[in-house]
């Protein structure tokens, strides 16, 4: 199978500033306020998947999880290490990033659509199959800041899983909407991934990812603490979690 | 070159951003459009008042050779001082999704471009009336000067949008350096007048051969000297391949910095 995603010994550091000096005049009273650490949030982070495999990304808060995502996506890059990615990447990071509130929903399927590369065409294409996914058709011409919130992740999530990406990278989004739309979701992405599409899916619901993934992947402040079949690494997970909160660790 | 191909997948969205633009930049005021027209016709009255009536200038229909440099410095003002926020005002968008980051200065660029086209309406209506003779075949030479000046703004969005993320002083020291470039550039007064031990800086000002251009083909009715067109071409070439690598340098850290 070809391998899709290739993430070798990513590093990834941030600059915290502890008080960033931000004028002139507090830059030359208070020389020392700039101080900042750098804290390493990935220590040598290699992955790979190949086409129409899905792979998960568990671990507790802050343990890199979205911060990998965002170097798969482009939005950052390592600073040491490389990440291939090949074909189209499409995006659920933050819903309805990029959408405007004032626009009909119909306007921000073409917006949106258009920021993950589609042209006009091909979004017309596209659009019956989107509005129709999202079950949202009398909302379609009403302004989008009159949506609820689960209306918006219902637009949000129709236009991204609509795209024809090759790759799909999910932060975190299926534990919104209702019971029944979560469920078309899911089998949404199952379906995509027959075809071929990749998957990376950052989840707190380890059921979901054990149902879908071919491997899980355990971040533990920085670094890959476990992976491989998802049930045997949640097993170990989950145990260290029970731990963590009986103060055993 | 991996960027203009990018560029162009993603055509739509800057088409798309251009729309969003131009349709919300007059909403909900009450003249909407006609602000496209009213600002600088109010510039042209205020500065021919001021330079026709009390400096005096010798200038034969003074506020045609003034308007005709005016629509396109507002252009270039307008890309280099505004467009440097155009990657700020999106941080958000910066920081959650991916596409080509130049997208934003193009687009905001691209904008004010077709603005000024809108402008170049007043400009030609203006020319007929004045009775200032029309020459066909220098009018052949337009597309190419605002071919070139677009060219030489986008060049410099791209380096003013790219700093102003890590260094947002820069917005308002370019509202100084605007000002400051349009005293420098021959707009209110012709490049002759400049003494001759100045002259030399004007060399290395893009906009001075381009607003060159535009008054040999407008007002003079001359089709422009070759060197003031290759100068132009290459000053604006230049900038715009160095826009291009500052900004393919900056841009690896501005999810970060926003």
Redesign the interface.
């Known amino acids: 199978m070809e391998t899709v995603i290739q993430v070798t010994d990513v590093e990834k550091n941030f600059k915290v500033f502890l008080d960033k000096a931000q004028s002139l005049k507090e830059r030359l009273l208070f020389k020392n306020r700039s101080r900042h650490e750098v804290r390493q949030v990935l220590k040598g982070i290699s992955l790979q998947a190949a086409a129409g495999e899905a792979i998960g990304l568990i671990g507790r808060n802050g343990c890199g999880k979205s911060t990998l995502l965002k170097l798969m996506t482009k939005i950052m890059y390592p600073d040491s290490g490389s990440i291939e990615m090949k074909g189209r990447v499409s995006s659920l990071l933050e819903l309805g990033a990029g959408f405007h509130p004032d626009m009909s929903g119909r306007e921000n399927i073409y917006m949106n659509a258009s920021i993950f590369g589609l042209t006009k065409r091909e979004t017309d294409r596209r659009i019956q199959t989107i509005i129709d996914f999202s079950e949202l058709w009398e909302f379609m011409d009403n302004p989008v800041r009159t949506y609820s919130s689960g209306m918006y992740m219902r637009l949000a999530f129709a236009v991204a899983i609509n795209v024809d990406a090759d790759i799909l990278l999910i932060d975190e989004i299926l534990g919104v909407g209702d019971a029944a739309f979560q469920t078309k979701c899911f089998n949404k992405l199952k379906e995509i991934k027959s075809n071929g599409v990749t998957l990376v899916i950052v989840s707190h619901s380890l059921g979901q990812i054990e149902e879908i993934c071919e491997r899980s992947y355990w971040l533990r402040d920085g670094i890959i603490e476990k992976f491989g079949k998802p049930e045997e690494v949640h097993e170990k997970y989950n145990e260290y979690i029970n731990n963590l909160y009986k103060g055993e660790i | 070159m991996a960027v203009f191909k990018e560029l162009f997948?993603?055509?739509?969205?800057i088409?798309?951003l251009i729309h969003?633009d131009l349709r919300g930049r007059y909403k909900g005021s009450v003249f909407g459009f006609l602000w496209t027209f009213i600002n600088p016709l109010f510039q042209l009255l205020i500065y021919n008042f001021v330079f026709s009536t009390i400096l005096k200038s010798n200038i034969e229909k003074f506020y045609l050779y003034l308007f005709i440099a005016l629509v396109p410095w507002g252009f270039f003002s307008a890309s280099m001082t505004t467009g440097s926020t155009s990657v700020l005002a999106q941080g958000?968008?910066?920081?959650?999704?991916?596409?080509p980051r130049e997208v934003l200065p193009i687009a905001y660029v691209t904008s004010s471009f077709v603005n000024m086209l809108y402008c170049f309406v007043i400009v030609f209506a203006m020319i007929i009336v004045s009775g200032t003779r029309i020459n066909i075949l220098a009018l052949f030479y337009l597309p190419i000067v605002m071919a070139v000046e677009y060219i030489l703004a986008i060049g410099i969005a791209l380096i003013t949008s790219a700093i102003t993320v890590y260094f947002r002083d820069l917005e308002h020291i370019l509202g100084i350096v605007s000002m400051a470039l349009m005293f420098l550039t021959p707009i209110v007064y012709p490049l002759e007048a400049v003494p001759q031990e100045y002259q030399g800086i004007y060399d290395f000002n893009p906009m001075v051969s381009v607003i060159a251009a535009y008054r040999d083909i407008l007002y003079n009715g001359e089709i422009p000297k070759i060197e003031t067109l290759a100068r132009a071409f290459v000053l604006g070439v230049l900038l715009f391949v160095v826009g291009l690598i500052v900004f393919g340098l900056l841009k690896?850290?501005f999810?970060?910095e926003l």
């Open positions: 997948d993603y055509r739509q969205m088409v798309t969003k958000g968008m910066v920081k959650k999704i991916y596409f690896r850290h999810a970060e």
